[in-house]
């Protein structure tokens, strides 16, 4: 594999933060800095992880 936009995996995860993002605009406004921006980050940081780890190039992690 050529960079981690090839994984199975980070393709998931990005499916999964655009899902949620189309979700929490169904939340109520007074959760926008509150609810709505935890689960965002949340949903965001695991492809941005995939992404760091392979960057590591190692398997050891």
Sequence with gaps: ??????????????NLTVDIYKETK???KEEKYGLISQIQRAATSV????AEGWG????KE
Excluded: C, D
Excluded at 47 to 50: F, G, Q, V
Excluded at 56 to 59: L, V
């Design 1 to 14: 594999m050529k960079n981690y936009k090839e994984l199975e995996v980070w393709q998931r995860a990005m």
């Design 26 to 28: 169904t939340f109520p």
């Design 56 to 59: 590591r190039g190692s398997t």
């Design 47 to 50: 492809s941005a992880n995939i």
